[in-house]
């Protein structure tokens, strides 16, 4: 399979995700085919896709006439005919496996035997969704992250039934895209969000146990990690809808390991239908004239804070090096580019020091007794 830069680009799915993936792929100077089964869906594409790209215009990003060009290489269409010209079709619908799985299975029965099916799915196994097909050798996962025009990170995962190579030529046409393409294995969350589960999981942790409240551990991770928001801030941008289902997701598929368990915390929230800023209210409260909660910043709490959750994320960082999910360059420019971490985090493990973090996450264990805080076999022979 050999893409060329006037490729034809199929898009199943016109939301957040398809959208951006559409404007990133015209961009790209391919022609792009959008199709939704929801015509309003569709028609809100259309139009948030014109905006944006007036907007870029405004502030000088792109011409007039890239402008024009981009908005002329994409066509909205309410029928999958189109897809029978396409080379790659990119899927970005529901996440739900069998939706997917039926969605591709029709799918195969338009498209050439030569077209490329790819799912967008952040969570759900490729090698599943393939063999919803009868050419499971050309199924594919190329993850975007949100917004997918500004965030550079591309994960690419080749199922147990891919074809031999699929995976390095689409990370050439995902290069050729101007994105950051990294090749994981199949596995639950692929990189990026099997190893951010702490962020959110162990703040939450810490905020149940009450050791710290939320704007306290939000203000520790930013201004003494140098995370651009704070894991409470950060899930109600996300909506808990979404980081609860991939959190609870990846723990599902991980048969149920400590490490990456759910919190209570924030079902309530998602069971309250606090989803986070888009409808108010989440941790926070975004209601016009409420304050928003003040963090206390006790410096040695805040360290702490810090250093307990660095510590659980560097750990499942070597947790998916030790079980080759990706290599150790793609998983800290993962991390710096799919949810623009300060600092990969194998990288910073070494500013740490290993011997460190062992002893953290030592110390963790020893006092809890949970399997959740156990050091990577990896990481503890390295920091031996
Ligand atoms: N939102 C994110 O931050 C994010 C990031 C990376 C990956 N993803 C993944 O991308 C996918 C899409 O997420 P999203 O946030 O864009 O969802 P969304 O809800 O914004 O959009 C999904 C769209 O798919 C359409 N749709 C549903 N079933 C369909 C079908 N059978 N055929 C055609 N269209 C159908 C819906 O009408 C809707 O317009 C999911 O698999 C999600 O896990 C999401």
């Keep these: 399979m050999r893409f060329s830069k006037a490729s034809c680009i199929g898009v199943v799915g016109s939301g957040a995700m398809g959208s951006g993936i559409a404007q990133v792929a015209a961009t790209a100077g391919n022609q792009v085919f959008v199709y939704d089964t929801n015509e309003q869906a569709l028609q809100k594409a259309k139009t948030n896709l014109t905006v944006t790209l007036s907007k870029l215009v405004e502030k000088q990003k792109i011409s007039q006439e890239e402008s024009d060009s981009i908005l002329s290489k994409i066509e909205f269409v309410n029928s999958q005919e189109k897809f029978s010209t396409c080379d790659l079709i990119i899927e970005a619908i529901v996440e739900n496996l069998e939706v997917k799985k039926s969605v591709f299975s029709s799918l195969e029965k338009i498209v050439s035997d030569t077209c490329v099916l790819a799912s967008n799915t952040s969570s759900l196994s490729i090698t599943s969704i393939a063999a919803a097909c009868k050419l499971p050798q050309r199924v594919i996962g190329i993850h975007f992250f949100n917004p997918a025009p500004l965030m550079p990170l591309v994960e690419i995962i080749p199922g147990i039934a891919t074809g031999q190579g699929l995976a390095e030529d689409c990370k050439a046409l995902i290069l050729s895209w101007k994105k ?102 989440g941790f926070y409260n975004y209601a016009e004239g409420v304050e928003l909660t003040k963090p206390t910043e006790d410096l040695e709490k805040g360290n702490y804070i810090f250093n307990r959750i660095i510590c659980m994320l560097i750990n499942e960082a070597y947790d998916a090096l030790y079980l080759q999910v990706a290599n150790e360059e793609d998983i800290d420019l993962a991390m710096t580019k799919g949810v623009n971490y300060p600092k990969g985090l194998l990288a910073w493990s070494k500013e740490i020091g290993l011997k460190n973090v062992v002893a953290t996450l030592q110390d963790l264990y020893d006092t809890y007794l949970e399997d959740r805080y156990r050091p990577n076999v990896l990481l503890r022979k390295l920091a031996k």
């Design 180 to 281: 950051t393409p990294v090749i994981c294995k199949d596995t639950p969350g692929f990189i990026v969000n099997r190893i951010a589960r702490p962020y959110y999981g162990e703040a939450m942790r810490i905020a149940e146990e009450g050791i710290a409240d939320i704007a306290t551990i939000d203000w520790a991770m930013k201004t003494i990690g140098g995370f651009k928001m704070g894991p409470f801030e950060l899930t109600d941008l996300i909506g808990h809808d979404v980081n609860y289902i991939v959190t609870e997701t990846v723990w599902k598929e991980f048969y149920f390991d400590q490490r990456f368990k759910p919190s209570l915390m924030q079902k309530r929230l998602l069971e309250a239908g606090f989803f986070g800023k888009k409808s108010g209210r």
